[in-house]
């Protein structure tokens, strides 16, 4: 199809009026067309009206209904064919073969979430039947399920431009629990926008839902997200991107009338630590698999390991060397968009220039555009515990090594850390006394604790958590991947007494939906 730069608000597609975005491939620095104009605020209202209009019918679709819905998208995105792949390359400068598996996996959760939907577990229904004779007080019949929340905002991310963003993780969650959503697209990625908004688009229309299921805006700064989160009819709002772009719209959310949730996903360092065992016996293989790892996708993943810790030791040593040669061997890569590669560059510029770190690689030197060269620094615990500054993340394949003298000192950096979204433990058979002694915290500070394996990678199925404390995201209780992440748009509600006729279908007597449900306490299918 030819892409017109359009917002796509409903079932129409409408011109903006606002500053224009043009999205430049990053391998040559040339801009693409065509140009996106800004929505207004009149346009952002429009949006949010025909959401809160769908929701009043869609809050109730069929299962059947909604997950059909959520696999036609993905059919629909299939179907955009290679044109999609093609233009997400321009924009990215990502390879084909990462962008086709991502590309897979955006249309695999939403199958998932289909599945998840179908099966109704999200319902979470409990049923306490009235207990007239109960003494000393008889007990009321009270039935609960979980009801969606209500329209959606959802910002697009920069580095994931399908999985992530138009009909990414947060899409599907949020049409699987019954709210629509109004997507802000990013803005290093329009035209890859486009066309996935066209293929939902698409789908609401060939499932007969309402114009209002789905919207697409695009905007400059903050205005339209801002916009976006404030308006009264928005009921939550999911988040990828930095930690100054989610605190913003956290603000933004609990200034409202109506407070609302932020789910936003706003990074992480993602602490590796190198126990004594594993290194004395595996170091060398650790350094190679780590490097792999770190510069794996120019390391643009928020769980990209950034910070390894370890005891000082020839082993450490050794991790060093290697670790250090290997960045040394490695080719500069393409960064997704000039902001990306301008973050990244002063994030390494103010490492080698802090007066306790020392640089210790430097990866190859680029010669195209907006080319990142790997990094590895080197710092001691004293001098991190007493700078937060060295906690920040540097988005790409940069890493920082710290080097404690002892035990002692490596729990006290685990504890100096802030939230993360993984920690991952290097470990042989005979360090599990010390990986014992470190679990407890580490469990505080992150939603997922690896062992012996590398963070880049996240599954999409129904164990995965993909979150972690402030900073890593706003909310530690909640997840933005695999099937849990359904629950960040539902609420409880509690049905007292209610006549049978009035009663929702998943409550009812005779169970007609056949979901599994917890009855006077004991589960029943």
């Known amino acids: 199809m030819t892409l017109e730069g359009k917002l796509l608000i409903g079932q129409r597609a409408v011109r903006g009026s606002q500053v224009e975005i043009r999205a430049i491939d990053p391998t040559i620095g040339e801009t693409l067309t065509p140009a996106y104009l800004g929505a207004s605020k009149a346009d952002v209202e429009q949006a949010c009206a025909l959401a809160e209009e769908a929701f009043t019918t869609y809050r109730e679709s069929s299962l059947d209904e909604r997950a059909t819905f959520l696999e036609t998208i993905a059919s629909e995105i299939e179907a955009t064919g290679d044109e999609l792949i093609e233009r997400a390359m321009a924009e990215t400068g990502l390879t084909r073969a990462r962008l086709e ?15 998840v939907v179908r099966a109704g577990k999200w319902l979470d229904v409990r049923l306490d039947p009235a207990l007239p004779e109960r003494q000393p ?21 920069s580095n994931f431009p399908l999985a992530f963003s138009v009909a990414g993780g947060d899409t599907a969650s949020a049409l699987a629990a019954g709210c629509p ?72 959310a609990r200034s409202r009338p109506r407070p609302i949730p932020v789910y936003a996903e706003m990074g992480s360092i993602n602490p590796v630590f190198l126990l004594p065992g594993a290194l004395e016996h595996h170091g060398e293989d650790i350094a190679a698999s780590f490097v792999t790892s770190l510069t794996l996708g120019a390391g643009q993943f928020c769980t990209n390991p950034g910070l390894i810790i370890g005891i000082q030791s020839p082993e450490l040593e050794a991790f060093i060397d290697t670790a250090s040669m290997r960045v040394t061997e ?55 515990l007493a700078d937060s500054a060295l906690q ?45 002694a470190l679990l407890p915290m580490l469990e ?10 590398w963070p880049t990678g996240v599954e999409m199925c129904h164990a995965m958590v993909h979150g972690g404390p402030f900073p890593a995201t706003s909310d530690a209780r909640t997840t933005s991947v695999g099937s849990a992440a359904i629950r960040r748009f539902l609420r409880p509600v509690c049905y007292q007494n209610l006549p049978e006729h009035l009663l929702p279908e998943s409550l009812k007597d005779d169970n007609p939906l056949g979901v599994t449900r917890l009855v006077d306490g004991k589960r029943e299918v």
């Open 392 to 436: 920040a993340e540097v988005f790409g394949p940069s890493a920082l090594v710290v080097e404690c003298a002892d035990l002692s000192e490596m729990q006290r950096v685990a504890a100096h850390l802030e939230g993360q979204l993984t920690v991952t433990l290097q470990m042989d058979a005979g360090d599990l006394e010390v990986a014992r």
């Open 137 to 157: 007080q008889p007990r009321v019949d009270l039935r609960q399920r979980h009801v969606a929340l209500g329209p959606v905002a959802v910002f697009g991310a």
């Open 181 to 252: 959503v109004v997507v802000k697209g990013h803005s290093a990625h329009p035209g890859t926008s486009e066309l996935v908004g066209r293929a939902v688009q698409r789908a609401v229309a060939k499932c007969s839902l309402p114009d209002g299921m789905f919207s697409l805006l695009f905007g400059l700064g903050n205005e339209v997200g801002q916009a976006l989160v404030a308006d009264p009819r928005i009921q939550a709002v999911a988040f990828t991107g930095s930690r100054s772009g989610g605190t913003t719209l956290m603000a933004t």
């Open 101 to 115: 598996g991502e590309r897979g996996r955006t249309c695999g959760q939403l199958r998932l979430f289909a599945s």
């Open 444 to 453: 505080r500070k992150a939603g997922r604790v690896l062992a012996n394996g």
């Open 330 to 384: 490695s080719n500069a890569q393409t960064m997704l968009s000039p902001g990306i590669h301008g973050a990244y560059e002063h994030g390494v510029e103010a490492l080698a220039a802090h007066p306790h770190v020392r640089q210790v690689a430097r990866g190859q030197a680029g010669s195209g555009s907006h080319q990142a060269r790997s990094g590895l620094f080197v710092t001691s615990a004293s001098d991190f």
